[in-house]
T-cell receptor
Framework: DSGVTQTPKHLITATGQRVTLRCSPR?????VYWYQQSLDQGLQFLIQ???????AKGNILERFSAQQFPDLHSELNLSSLELGDSALYFC?????????????FGPGTRLTVL | EDQVTQSPEALRLQEGESSSLNCSYT??????LFWYRQDPGKGPEFLFT???AGEEKEKERLKATLTKKESFLHITAPKPEDSATYLC????????????FGSGTRLSIRP
């Protein structure tokens, strides 16, 4: 158990809908990262927040947005969902701001778009 | 363009049969190279970070090494519980915001 929690574990929704994924980092970690893992694209870095501020941006679509709240939990919002958004979404956390810091991954949220 | 290639895609070994997994990378200035282990349906588990050519790190039956073009994950006398997908990722100095993952090597150890 990494100490990172993600809810929900599974999410099934329809195209065009909007969903919110939630992540709570390990106690004491200030950075939260979001990743998408699909069969054809592998694991892709989406975005990093550090202490409430956006720190680094990867391959995040404009339809996706994220934020980190004062209690350090983070939410990833996915809107206008398409079939291709079906994937495992992982959250990771680390102590510091550097992306080279050791990252601890949560169990993931499996999103299925029908 | 920054790129990470892992080989082989899949590897089946007998328990106790040592081998190596390869991660070749092309980046404009390496900031860090990472190895993770991922079990089916679970999040990746951090193994090692390597920063510069010549660096080596060990953990139990695993040893990671780094050159200017590739990294190897050596597994010595593996056990069935070492079966997993091993992922390699790099971060380039030119794009500190981007962490690029390879597609992984699926390792299966037969008892």
């Amino acid at each position: 158990d990494s100490g990172v929690t993600q809810t929900p574990k599974h999410l099934i929704t329809a195209t065009g809908q909007r969903v919110t994924l939630r992540c709570s980092p390990r106690s004491g970690d200030l950075s939260v990262y979001w990743y998408q893992q699909s069969l054809d694209q592998g694991l892709q870095f989406l975005i990093q927040y550090y202490n409430g501020e956006e720190r680094a941006k990867g391959n995040i679509l404009e339809r996706f947005s994220a934020q980190q709240f004062p209690d350090l939990h983070s939410e990833l919002n996915l809107s206008s969902l398409e079939l291709g958004d079906s994937a495992l979404y992982f959250c990771a956390s680390s102590v510091g701001a550097e992306t080279t810091d050791t990252q601890y991954f949560g169990p993931g949220t499996r999103l299925t778009v029908l | 363009e920054d790129q990470v290639t892992q080989s082989p895609e899949a590897l089946r070994l007998q328990e106790g049969e040592s081998s190596s997994l390869n991660c070749s990378y092309t980046v404009s200035g390496l900031r860090g190279l990472f190895w993770y282990r991922q079990d089916p349906g679970k999040g990746p588990e951090f193994l090692f970070t390597l920063y510069s050519a010549g660096e080596e790190k060990e953990k139990e039956r695993l040893k990671a090494t780094l050159t200017k073009k590739e990294s190897f994950l050596h597994i010595t006398a593996p056990k069935p519980e070492d079966s997993a997908t091993y992922l390699c990722a790099v971060q380039a100095r030119s794009s500190a915001s981007k962490i690029i993952f390879g597609s992984g090597t699926r390792l299966s150890i037969r008892p």
